[in-house]
């Protein structure tokens, strides 16, 4: 016969209850109000304005990681250089957590100081790294960046170990620029990176982005810059926007099956002041010597 509980031992009973109750409530407000700053301090830190020029269009598509205490550090930048031209930056720092997203702002804060010293996007990297090296902070990043005369559409691109940037051109032709890279940034010191040339004509599309766009447990990087290259090439094609192919793009990105963060860049051109260049867009020399135009390459 089961034994019949005291009124003593069922408060007691309530009271462990209420308590358990108590403190599994305040880890959850901890929790969300972490959340919370996580995400304050990632969207205080990207840039509310982009530089406007004749021709140009930038749009920007960013949506953080929401999933427990899992927030990243991506980001995107656009800004005008001492020169006139507009230095571009995509990149992601390791980790998801509070750390990662303020370790992103020094990596941003750090490309925009030395980018007044230097431009160039290869020494630009390589001065960064070295930075980063010197906070002897345990994380890294990778990062994208490029430096666009919106002129001429000419543009210099280098890679810390970041994913491929997606172009398309006005007459149909898109697909996953092929440049060399260098190691992520933050990791060894002494690091090198190539620089490639590209031309942006007419109607063409750039579109960069992070990992957390096209790769996850439901999608494979392959299959996921495949799926930004068809919206690229549309877009260009249909000569839509660049606000809309950025959203499309970020739209794709619930697609891989999580919730990692996710940041796009695209960069669109009307028309470039080059005489003779071709209205698709065309292939400069690759990562030395003077550039050259490729007749009928594509524009990486």
């Known amino acids: 016969m089961p034994r019949k509980r005291s009124p003593d031992e069922g408060d007691e009973l309530l009271a462990r209850l209420g308590s358990l109750t108590a403190q599994a409530r305040e880890r959850a407000e901890q929790q969300r109000t972490q959340v919370e700053l996580a995400i304050a301090l990632q969207r205080g830190m990207l840039p509310r304005d982009l530089p406007a020029a004749p021709?140009?269009?930038?749009?920007?598509?960013?949506?953080?990681?929401?999933?427990?205490?899992?927030?990243?550090?991506?980001?995107?930048?656009?800004?005008?250089?001492?020169?006139?031209?507009?230095?571009?930056?995509?990149?992601?720092?390791?980790?998801?957590?509070?750390?990662?997203?303020?370790?992103?702002?020094?990596?941003?804060?750090?490309?925009?100081?030395?980018?007044?010293?230097?431009?160039?996007?290869?020494?630009?990297?390589?001065?960064?790294?070295?930075?980063?090296?010197?906070?002897?902070?345990?994380?890294?990043?990778?990062?994208?960046?490029?430096?666009?005369?919106?002129?001429?559409?000419?543009?210099?691109?280098?890679?810390?170990?970041?994913?491929?940037?997606?172009?398309?051109t006005a007459d149909g032709r898109a697909g996953v620029a092929d440049d060399e890279g260098g190691p992520p940034l933050g990791i060894d010191s002494g690091m090198r990176y190539p620089v490639t040339r590209h031309r942006l004509g007419t109607g063409g599309v750039f579109v960069l982005l992070t990992d957390g766009v096209v790769e996850g447990p439901s999608l494979n990087i392959e299959e996921g810059l495949d799926q930004v290259v068809r919206l690229a090439g549309i877009a260009a094609v249909a000569g839509l926007k660049a606000q809309a192919l950025a959203a499309a793009v970020i739209k794709g990105a619930e697609s891989v099956g999580h919730d990692d963060d996710a940041a796009v860049l695209v960069v669109r051109l009307d028309a470039p002041c080059v005489p003779g260049l071709d209205q698709a867009g065309v292939r400069l020399q690759g990562r030395t010597g003077a550039p050259r135009l490729a007749d009928g390459g594509p524009p990486v």
Do not use: K
């Not at 370790?103 to 010293?117: E, I, N």
């Not at 990062?143 to 002129?151: E, G, I, K, Q």
């Open 55 to 168: 021709g140009l269009h930038l749009a920007v598509r960013y949506t953080p990681a929401t999933y427990g205490l899992n927030v990243g550090g991506d980001w995107y930048d656009a800004f005008t250089l001492p020169d006139g031209r507009i230095g571009l930056s995509i990149g992601d720092v390791q980790g998801h957590n509070i750390e990662a997203a303020a370790y992103m702002g020094q990596v941003r804060a750090g490309l925009r100081a030395l980018a007044s010293v230097t431009g160039e996007p290869g020494e630009l990297l390589a001065r960064t790294n070295e930075l980063l090296i010197s906070l002897s902070s345990e994380l890294f990043a990778t990062c994208t960046f490029m430096r666009l005369d919106p002129v001429t559409g000419e543009l210099e691109s280098a890679r810390a170990g970041h994913i491929p940037f997606v172009w398309a």
